[in-house]
């Protein structure tokens, strides 16, 4: 049975850094587009950012280079790296693969002075 359990959430000032893990279980992430959302109270899901097998990846248009996505085939695990963080990034961030509709159970990033 699979499963993602995403950690690394917490508060963080505005400008600051958060690097966000999802550790996958039951299937081989690295042959799978994996991807991070986020959604905040009130507003839809949005794609933060996603990557390919072969390591292509994609941006939502908010992310402004801010953040990179990365793979970590040996412990079948992905990562968001958060940098320069804004309020408005404050949200629920989950990772998921969407081949399998399948998606962790969140973690909170809450950037506030």
């Known amino acids: 049975q699979m499963q993602l359990v995403e950690s690394g959430g917490g508060l963080v000032q505005p400008g600051g850094s958060l690097r966000l893990s999802c550790v996958v279980s039951?299937?081989?992430?690295?042959?799978?587009?994996m991807d991070w959302h986020r959604q905040a109270p009130g507003k839809q899901r949005d794609l933060v950012a996603s990557?390919?097998?072969?390591?292509?990846?994609e941006y939502g248009s908010f992310v402004e280079g801010r953040f990179t996505i990365v793979r970590d085939n040996p412990s079948n695990a992905v990562y968001l790296q958060m940098n320069n963080v804004k309020p408005e990034d404050t949200a629920v961030y989950f990772c998921?693969?969407?081949?399998?509709?399948?998606w962790g159970q969140g973690t909170q990033v809450t950037v506030s002075s």
């Open positions: 990557i390919s097998p072969g390591g292509r990846t």
């Open positions: 998921g693969a969407p081949q399998f509709h399948s």
């Open positions: 039951g299937i081989r992430s690295s042959v799978y587009t």
